[in-house]
């Protein structure tokens, strides 16, 4: 069973709107990543966020995370057509297994 | 510096067949990684290698093996393709275990 899920699976705005992803998980993690991926390309990396941390920053993007929660959310601000993609959360947990989890993803469409 | 680079882009196989998917790295990272990606559904862990000598089950290793050649080299191996073994395979690296990924562009398998 995968550890993260994205809510909602897909999300449709117009360029220069926000766009707000969110991510729940199961289990106590060491950290969370969230990922991009373009049609038909491989994932690539945005942020991580350490579980003593609470917000970062990075350009237009903004991360939350609520360990006691176990959610996070993605803020994509002044949103631009070339911000169409698909967005992964991932997260590792602290039960010893050297990997990451990766949940179904929110597939962000922005309108012109 | 090329990154993690995967061979073939693109593969057909009939039912019974075997091949190799071959993965590489030139960051001199330690880990190393296969998943298969579905039509609309995240990455799914097939093997991983956290280090050179090692290998490890991830969530869906049926039907296929790998190899940790070198610390640059991770192959993927299909014995006997099936078609549900249809997909998208993606390789990626990480300095160590839980930390950020680095993707290749992936390799889609068609069996027939």
């Known amino acids: 069973s995968q550890q993260g899920e994205e809510d909602p699976q897909a999300l449709s705005i117009q360029e220069g709107e926000n766009a707000t992803m969110n991510c729940s998980y199961k289990?106590?993690?060491?950290?969370l990543q969230w990922y991009r991926q373009n049609s038909g390309r491989g994932l690539v990396h945005l942020i991580l966020?350490?579980?003593?941390?609470r917000e970062k920053h990075s350009g237009r993007l903004r991360v939350t995370l609520d360990t006691s929660k176990k959610s996070s959310s993605l803020l994509i601000t002044a949103s631009r057509a070339a911000d169409t993609a698909s967005y992964f959360c991932?997260?590792?947990?602290?039960?010893?297994?050297?990997?990451?989890?990766f949940g179904q993803g929110t597939r962000l469409t922005i309108n012109p | 510096n090329a990154g993690v680079t995967q061979t073939p882009k693109f593969q057909v196989l009939k039912t019974g067949q075997s091949m190799t998917l071959q993965c590489a790295q030139d960051?001199?990272?330690?880990?190393m990684y296969w998943y298969r990606q579905d039509p609309g559904m995240g990455l799914r862990l097939i093997y991983y290698?956290?280090?050179?000598?090692?290998?490890d089950k991830g969530e869906v290793p049926n039907g296929y093996n790998v190899s940790r050649l070198n610390k640059r080299e991770f192959s993927l191996r299909l014995e006997s393709a099936a078609p549900s073994q249809t997909s998208v395979y993606f390789c990626?690296?990480?300095?160590?275990?839980?930390?950020?990924?680095?993707f290749g562009p992936g390799t889609r398998l068609l069996v027939l």
């Open positions: 990626a690296s990480s300095v160590g275990n839980q930390e950020t990924q680095y």
């Open positions: 289990t106590s993690i060491n950290n």
């Open positions: 960051m001199n990272h330690n880990s």
């Open positions: 991932a997260t590792d947990w602290r039960g010893g297994a050297q990997k990451l989890v």
């Open positions: 290698s956290a280090s050179e000598g090692t290998t």
């Open positions: 966020i350490r579980s003593n941390e």
